[in-house]
């Protein structure tokens, strides 16, 4: 089970935290990702990170603004969003990965999704 | 970055067809793609993986075949519940791609 919160309507140029709290399963033995889908459109991959937090990745289009990171002891997943932008408006899906690195140990597609939190950037 | 393109991007059917979806990858990806169906308003849902691995629970009416940069799904006889945006996905690169979708609506 994950359920993300913090979503917000925010203004272009600011920061948004986004959480996703995971039960049910146990949260340190799988890579998790964040997913993102502006309201009408195609899935994006945004960022991927490693069961043990020490391994992340990326999508070009949010490198350098956004920041994945996970905390094992409290079951979460976090996503720092900086300088956002009107384009990063779209629903955020906390997604877990069917393995714990991964596509670097066999996996890279999820099993689960939560129902996502919408970010809207507006002025 | 791998590119995904799917084809078509809407494909009008009735119930009981037999329809197919197309997925290219930019690049060879051997077998590492997965299929999702999305309902509006809902997460996707995994169908596929490792380009022909039907999930469990998934009705076998659905499969997918493919390897290196071509790939298909199928859905051998169309139900009501199939009407949904498919889209592929692949995870050769930990840059992960997903396809645009193809939305598949009653005829």
């Known amino acids: 089970h994950l359920v993300e919160s913090g979503g917000a309507v925010v203004q272009p140029g600011g920061s948004l935290r986004l959480s996703c709290a995971a039960s049910?399963?146990?949260?340190?033995?799988?890579?998790m990702h964040w997913v993102r889908q502006p309201p009408g459109k195609s899935l994006e991959w945004v960022a991927l990170?490693?069961?043990?937090?020490?391994?992340?990745y990326y999508a070009d289009s949010v490198k350098g603004r956004f920041i994945i990171s996970r905390d094992n002891t409290e079951n979460s997943l976090h996503l720092q969003m900086n300088r956002l932008r009107p384009e990063d408006t779209a629903f955020y899906y906390c997604?877990?990965?069917?393995?714990?690195?991964?596509?670097?140990?066999?996996?890279?597609?999820?099993?689960?999704w939560g129902q996502g939190a919408l970010v809207t950037v507006s002025s | 970055d791998i590119q995904m393109t799917q084809s078509p991007s809407t494909l009008s059917a009735s119930i009981g067809d037999r329809v197919t979806i197309t997925c290219r990858a930019s690049?060879?990806?051997?077998?590492?793609l997965a299929w999702y169906q999305q309902k509006p308003g809902k997460a996707p849902k995994l169908l596929i993986y490792?380009?022909?691995r039907l999930e469990s629970g998934v009705p076998p009416r659905f499969s997918g075949s493919g390897f290196g940069t071509e790939f298909t799904l199928t859905i051998s006889s169309l139900q009501p519940d199939d009407f949904s945006t498919y889209y592929c996905?692949?995870?050769?690169?930990?840059?992960?791609?997903f396809g645009q979708g193809t939305r598949l609506e009653i005829k």
């Open positions: 049910g399963f146990t949260f340190d033995d799988f890579a």
């Open positions: 996905q692949q995870y050769k690169s930990s840059l992960i791609t």
């Open positions: 990170i490693s069961w043990g937090g020490e391994t992340a």
């Open positions: 690049q060879d990806i051997t077998f590492w």
């Open positions: 997604v877990k990965d069917i393995a714990s690195d991964g596509p670097s140990s066999g996996g890279g597609y999820s099993d689960h």
């Open positions: 490792k380009a022909s």
